[in-house]
């Protein structure tokens, strides 16, 4: 398939996502105006070139005698914040007045995706085009997990399904990098301002790109900067020890410190716009402060004043949690781990430390409750993290469009009204410290960037959403399918039937009522009701010929409803208003517990898992109307991981079925052949 062009050279291989060349068309024949200076202006500038040269019309340097004028910082009237635009109309000119480059360049694609279907003079009139447009989370981020070198267990990128890193190749940057150029271009368009370029566990030879690797580094700074991004590094707490030399990584040593100073002024010598590092410590055999008696607010203290001088910000992990417990143990909870950890430390952390959290107390699942730790730490910048690349929801072999869930999980409010989790993030909750939204990239070299094509959704709805959370998923994916395929109402229609259910459907014929981790260990793809229920990992659902779930009340269990405000920890903490969608995250209850719909547990799981399959067949029959409507190698990827997808359904309704009848001996009532 033919990509669009960077830099003057060809990339052949690349999927053009949500922007191939008629998505342009809109402002095709329009005189165009681009006004101001610097390296992010000059990219709006080449965009605006390429398509009127595509389409017809003119790029201007001046207003006079344009249709659009899009105008950037000094010479844009008025105050605007960073990163914010306004859209108005001047007599009969849409003018875009940016805050500063890459303000212009979100302004451009405003327009864009607002005339991908229509013209500029029907976009006017539509709601949401004119006015104010400004970033709700002041951080919109992209983590990669990817390692130099093909690591034995999880391959380049971990937790990756699309392919080896755009990034790195044997050790060090790739050659050509084509790909590099045109991701930083989607990621601009959707309005991402920083990527991590490294695995978050740092191996040996990654640790080395904080010293002898800042050229490589830096050659991806250049790339990203173009498109108003700023590049950060994951780095090894033990750096000072691994390549540093030292006899130790103890925060409190100067020694340590000293290492770490320099270290940062090197690296900020290098690239005058580094943002910062990633850090993941004392977390699944990563090196941290627990080594030397420090806690977590020592251990980021350091490098965020090493980073300080500079500008730089310290995104510190809060994914710490005991993995290597004993199953039998029922009190301790790894889901407690990430309040226990870090919320006495609410305060204690410097102001250019982020505390990354994941959205959920576990790891990225299909159905868990919103981490208590949002709402516990007011004094401390809290960014929220999402998973875009789909470990536990299908590894882009299934179809599961995400917005939905983020933007339930995003809209929810941790103290029962007001205030949500996108505000605290956006720094409008009680603290008022802002910071925004991260998520683990989904992208490799797999010809449409993210092995399933239908992934790039997710992938888009992150940038939108970290954008404008109370953006509804649905004109979400709306926005991704018109720039994508243009204005097919009957592709639209067809993605929708897809699409729209598609997270729900995951659910329903996989890990049922908010168990987690009935995935088989290591890779995590496909059912293993019991892979992990008896690991140093946590133990997951405690099912038994009586029962399951795990009883995490204050009455009864491991405390952790407690760990909630009012009015979540009452409504957790009892059946009678536990929502179904999480009973078994929170109660241990009999198979024959009935659920609020009516049914008991086991039924539920024998209705779902039959209804999921169903679901996933009546999607490949709706994906298979679209042969013809939309791109051949599209279609057929498409329809390839449909048939997988039907295959994992089934394998998974067939093993949770045969499970719950063999341990709790409660029958079908519908007569249904388990297998």
């Keep these: ?113 607002h005339t991908a279907a229509r013209d ?43 392919g080896d890193s755009i990034f790195w190749l044997d050790g060090r940057l790739r050659d050509d990098l084509g790909r590099v150029e045109e991701y930083a271009r989607l990621l601009g368009s959707m309005a991402i301002n920083r990527v991590a370029v490294n695995n978050v566990n740092v191996h040996a030879v990654e640790a080395h790109l904080l010293t002898d690797g800042l050229d490589d580094v830096a050659t991806l700074a250049a790339a990203f900067r173009r498109h108003g991004i700023r590049t950060h590094l994951s780095v090894s707490f033990a750096a000072p020890m691994t390549v540093g030399g030292l006899a130790t990584s103890d ?19 290098r690239i005058p716009d580094f943002g910062g590092f990633v850090v993941k410590a004392d977390s699944e055999g990563q090196p941290g402060p627990f080594a030397y008696g420090r806690d977590h607010a020592d251990g980021a203290n350091l490098l965020a004043r090493a980073v300080a001088p500079h500008g730089g910000t310290v995104f510190w992990r809060a994914f710490v949690y005991n993995h290597t417990q004993d199953w039998r143990d029922r009190s301790t909870d790894r889901a407690r781990a990430a309040y226990d950890h870090f919320a006495p430390l609410d305060g204690r952390f410097d102001d250019n430390v982020v505390l990354q959290v994941k ?68 720094g409008h909750g009680p603290g008022g410290r802002a910071a925004g939204l991260v998520a683990v990239s989904n992208v490799g070299t797999d010809e449409f960037w993210t092995g399933h094509p239908l992934a790039q959704a997710n992938l888009y709805a992150f940038g939108r959403l970290a954008w404008d959370p109370t953006l509804p998923a649905t004109d979400v994916l709306d926005e991704w399918v018109d720039l994508t395929f243009g204005a097919d109402d009957d592709v639209r229609d067809a993605l929708h039937d897809v699409m729209d259910e598609s997270w729900h459907t995951y659910e329903d014929y996989t890990a ?5 981790f009935m995935v088989r260990p290591g890779h995590h ?30 009455a009864t269990g491991t405390g952790y409803t407690g760990q909630y405000p009012e009015p979540w920890r009452d409504v957790y903490e009892r059946l009678e208003t536990c929502p179904d969608e999480l009973l078994l995250f929170f109660h241990h209850v009999p198979w024959t517990h009935v659920l609020h719909r009516g049914v008991s547990v086991a039924q539920h799981v024998y209705d779902t898992h039959f209804r999921g399959v ?54 079908d009532a519908h007569g249904r052949r388990i297998h």
């Design 525 to 554: 793809y496909g059912p293993d009701v019991d892979g992990y229920e008896y690991t140093p990992w946590g133990t997951y659902h405690f099912a038994d010929r009586d029962g399951i779930g795990v009883d995490r009340t204050r």
């Design 512 to 516: 049922p009522l908010g168990v987690g």
């Design 614 to 667: 169903d679901a996933v067949d009546a999607m490949a029959e709706r994906w298979a109307t679209m042969q013809g409507r939309v791109p051949d190698p599209f279609f057929d990827r498409v329809a390839q991981r449909l048939t997988e997808q039907q295959r994992g359904a089934r394998e998974w309704r067939d093993q949770l079925n045969t499970y719950v009848l063999r341990k709790s001996g409660v029958p």
């Design 359 to 426: 959205y959920g107390p576990m790891d990225f699942q299909t159905r868990e409750p919103v981490s208590p730790v949002v709402a516990a730490m007011p004094r401390t910048r809290l960014a929220v993290e999402l998973q875009v690349t789909q470990e536990y929801t299908g590894q882009q072999k299934h179809v599961c469009w995400l917005g939905p869930q983020w933007s339930e999980l995003l809209g929810f409010r941790p103290w029962g009204a007001g205030t949500t989790v996108a505000d605290v993030a956006g």
């Design 120 to 162: 500029l003079a029907a976009a006017v009139g539509r709601t949401g085009f004119l006015g104010v447009h400004a970033p709700a989370e002041p951080i919109r981020m992209l983590d990669h997990w990817d390692n130099l070198t093909v690591h034995p267990v999880m391959g380049q990128v971990e937790r990756g399904y699309s």
């Design 1 to 113: 398939m033919t990509g669009s062009t960077t830099s003057g050279a060809a990339v052949a291989d690349v999927h053009p996502a949500w922007l191939p060349d008629r998505a342009f068309a809109g402002i095709g024949g329009l005189r165009v105006a681009v006004i101001g200076d610097g390296d992010v202006v000059q990219t709006v500038r080449d965009e605006v070139e390429r398509a009127t040269a595509r389409f017809g019309g003119a790029l201007l340097h001046a207003a006079e005698g344009a249709d659009l004028v899009l105008v950037a910082a000094a010479q844009a009237p008025g105050q605007l914040a960073p990163e914010s635009f306004d859209v108005a109309l001047d007599e009969d000119v849409v003018v875009v007045r940016a805050a500063d480059g890459p303000a212009l360049l979100y302004g451009l694609h405003h327009v864009v995706r």
């Design 251 to 269: 925060p409190l040593d100067d020694d340590v410190r000293a290492w770490w100073t320099r270290a940062a002024a090197a690296v900020w010598a």
